[in-house]
Nanobody, 123 residues
Framework: DVQLQASGGGLVQSGGSLRLSCEAS????????IGWFRQAPGKEREWVSI????????YHADSVKGRFTISRDNAKKTVYLQMNSLKPEDTAVYYC????????????????WGQGTQVTVSS
């Protein structure tokens, strides 16, 4: 079974940091693009950061550029999202997702999703 296990969320003060992890199993991890998305209450799920299968190219939404860094460890089948300088508007449930193709910002193109981890940033 394809599984994506997101963890690392929590409550942090504005300006703080968190590192999210997405542990994968049940599929060819090295051939997969992995993305982090988030969904705040009352809002649509939006893409945050993506790391591609080829040469681990990375992409970050403008709202997090310069503050968030995505990386992957293929040996551990894990993708990380380092989040620094967190702001209250970063509060959301964060999901990791996987697709076999190249990088995409469109959530409907991702085949499998993890269960999400809550990030809450207090002001």
């Amino acid at each position: 079974d394809v599984q994506l296990q997101a963890s690392g969320g929590g409550l942090v003060q504005s300006g703080g940091s968190l590192r999210l992890s997405c542990e994968a199993s049940g599929f060819a991890f090295i051939e997969s693009t992995i993305g982090w998305f988030r969904q705040a209450p009352g809002k649509e799920r939006e893409w945050v950061s993506i790391i591609s299968r080829v040469r681990s190219g990375t992409y970050h939404a403008d709202s997090v550029k310069g503050r968030f860094t995505i990386s992957r460890d293929n040996a551990k089948k894990t993708v990380y999202l380092q989040m620094n300088s967190l702001k209250p508007e970063d509060t959301a449930v964060y999901y990791c997702a996987r697709r076999l193709g190249g990088p995409s910002f469109r959530r409907e193109l991702y085949d499998n999703w993890g269960q999400g981890t809550q990030v809450t940033v207090s002001s």
